[in-house]
């Protein structure tokens, strides 16, 4: 409770307590955006409580206290959840010097709730013994306490007025909101407007910008690019690392700040928007905006991340990634991801020796994730991956692998870049169209359903552009997916015999100098994945235990993957072009006929629900 301060009394001699008035300034906005309007702001409403102290020096702000509801409603929300709702509790606990005067700028700002809730609000303030102004209009400032000849009719007209400008303004946002939704549903975007440079619109993504003369929206390059490398990133890490990275290379968003990890997974990782989609009202439209990524690295965003969550000690942020071949190492048994697991242990400081010294050893196992947490693989044993107490290096043998791999024969093409540019922008092309015309066959589906609901009959010429549009559909998802065949082979390919040198110098100096630090181990992992090959492990599953056994029951080798049509599930490494090259043949011939030849076996797989290029599950 605050002291009031005394005053000695000059005719008796003796003190007589003189009561100090005090006042608490409330502010809210109903937007962030008002937060800095020069109308309706923060500045302006704490400017008028300042000149509301000078008119009233009888007067004290009590502490510094600052109740402060920002983008929030003046209907229901902050009296029972903001901060009137606070100045509301710490009144009826007591906590509040009597006749404490809550200052804010007008009606409309304390309450937008209906006559009758909004004078039970103020009749509330005034009977736990407070009083409450207004700084503007009639008002003038005074103290309001309720017992004012004639006050009660003007504030219920008050609340009125603040109620029904509520109303008013919630029947406009939602008549916009409508009219929106329409325009979207018949894809007229011309409600869009283009950004100017330096001007922030938060009504679509920051990388995209609108062209109002086509009436289309398309990539800004610069953002672009740095979109599609926080997605890559977030496959082998957290918003907070990718946030800390960028922040690292003074990378900034568009307002001239660095990005909040928060802000990435809203704007970026979390968001549809990457996948061309527009939310409006919890629905979505696809097709409004050119896709930056694909549905299938959207999915994989979302697995990594949900990995993280439920084994955060695998991939922390700061701590070594402990498996260098994350998300490229398979078992062979059952085509599950392998983990691998640190450890440590009391072992007698000379081997076969019973009750020595005993010292602490690190040491690294790997195993299959299917076999250990869901007992769906015969592979249960672990192996060794490094143990440097008995001389075992298995990650630094992959790595000599990767390294003397035939590089010469996997690279082909000297046009590499340019062309894996073109492809990757015509299968963001063809998965935007596809979206359009997505969104326009769910249009007509509706609209199908609305005649039969109705019994009418549904005209001849809606179920003809049904089906005018779903031949559309077939025809450009038949492109998409040709195009990401395309895009996986040409991210095998690049000029022969220098990419063998540059890769074996890049591995040479990975080992050399980098092997042992985190963040290098992660970007050595983002590089492998983006040469497209992966790892096998096999590891036996009868015979003698491996981690005795050092190396001689369990390998690995590295390829391509053969991964199943349906499932999704890796089914080993594709032999073909192993064997071509033992026996001579062209190799770059021999790639365009497996395409071919893929092609025609996915589509007879998704035909019958199985791949038929493996023997049938008895």
Known sequence: MVQTPTKASISKGEEVKKMTKFSISYIRVSTKRQTNAEASGIKRQEEEYQRWLCQHPEYKNLDGVEFRDLGVSGRGKNSESGALSIFIREAEKGNLPPNTCLVCSDMSRLTREQPYEGFTLLKRIWDLGHTFAFTEGR?????????????????????????????????????????????????????????????????????????????????????????????????????????????????????????????????????????????????????????????????????????????????????????????????????????????????????????????????????????????????????????????????????????????????????????????????????????????????????????LKSGRVVPIELEALQKQEQKKYDVLDKKYKRAILDIQNLKRKKTGVQARKDIQKRVKSFIEKERFDSEKREEFNIWLKEMGLIIVSNIEITGSNPRKSINSNYYFDIGIGMFDFITGELRGLNQVEDTSFALGMDIEEVRKDQVIRDEHYKKVSLEVSRDIRFPKAS
């Open 139 to 451: 008002w003038r400032g005074d103290i309001i306490t309720g017992r004012e000849r004639g006050i009660l009719g003007l504030v219920e007209i008050a609340i009125d007025t603040a109620s029904t400008e509520w109303e008013r303004k919630r029947d406009r946002t939602n008549g916009y909101h409508d009219k929106v939704e329409e325009m979207l549903k018949k894809r007229d975007l011309s409600f869009f407007k283009s950004r100017r440079e330096g001007e922030k619109i938060s009504m679509y993504p920051f990388w995209l910008n609108f062209d109002e003369n086509k009436n289309e929206f398309y990539i800004i390059p610069k953002w672009g690019n740095l979109v599609r490398r926080i997605c890559d990133m977030a496959l082998t890490m957290g918003a907070k690392k990718i946030a800390w990275k960028l922040k690292k290379e003074g990378i900034k968003n568009v307002s001239g700040s660095f990005f909040a990890p928060n802000t990435l997974r809203q704007t970026i990782l979390d968001n549809r928007s990457v996948l061309g989609e527009k939310i409006h009202r919890s629905k979505s439209y696809t097709g409004i905006y050119p896709p930056i990524i694909t549905p299938e690295q959207f999915e994989s965003i979302n697995s990594a991340k949900e990995e993280r969550i439920l084994k955060p000690f695998k991939k922390a942020p700061k701590r070594k990634m402990v498996n260098l071949f994350q998300g490229l190492i398979f078992c062979s048994h059952c085509g599950g991801l392998m983990q691998v697991a640190k450890k440590e242990q009391f072992k007698c400081k000379k081997s076969n020796q019973k009750n020595g010294e005993k010292i602490i050893i690190q040491y690294e196992n790997i195993y299959c994730d299917r076999a250990k947490t869901k007992r769906t693989c015969s592979a249960t044993n672990s192996a060794p991956y490094i143990q440097n107490h008995r001389n075992i290096d298995n990650e630094l043998v992959i790595l000599k692998k990767i390294s003397n791999h035939r590089w010469e024969e996997y690279f082909t093409d000297e046009k590499h870049e340019n062309d894996l540019k073109i492809e990757v922008e015509k299968r963001q092309l063809f998965l935007h169209e596809r979206n359009k015309i997505e969104q326009q066959i769910n249009y007509l589906k509706k609209a199908n359903i609305e005649y």
